[in-house]
């Protein structure tokens, strides 16, 4: 099982800090990553980590988003800076083994003003 935390409400150019606690071992996932869906959109990649470390980010939060894994925390970290209000959405944690994902379920974050 996999559990969110650290959504909110921020302002533009603000930052949050996003955390993905596992039930099993965060090392025993082949990657982990995080997705997003805003109001009316379509789920979408936004970061993703492999069990080697491998980091990939969708272009529109690439050079603004980190993702890490924080083994004190049995966690996998989604760092956000400079946030957009287009940043605003639903975000969502997930695990993969093998063919299957598991997902979280879920955590609001909203940019605006």
């Known amino acids: 099982q996999l559990a969110e935390s650290g959504g909110g409400w921020v302002q533009p150019g603000e930052s949050l800090r996003l955390s993905c606690k596992a039930s099993g071992s965060i090392f025993s996932f082949s990657a982990m990553g995080w997705a997003r869906q805003a109001p009316g959109g379509q789920r979408e990649m936004v970061a993703r980590i492999t069990k080697l470390g491998r980091a990939d980010y969708a272009d529109s939060v690439l050079g603004r988003f980190s993702v890490y894994r924080e083994p004190r925390e049995n966690a996998v970290v989604l760092e956000m800076n400079k946030l957009k209000p287009e940043d605003t959405a639903v975000y969502y944690c997930?695990?993969?083994?093998?063919?299957?994902?598991?997902w979280g379920q879920g955590t609001q974050v909203t940019v605006s003003s």
């Open positions: 997930n695990a993969e083994s093998g063919s299957s994902k598991t």
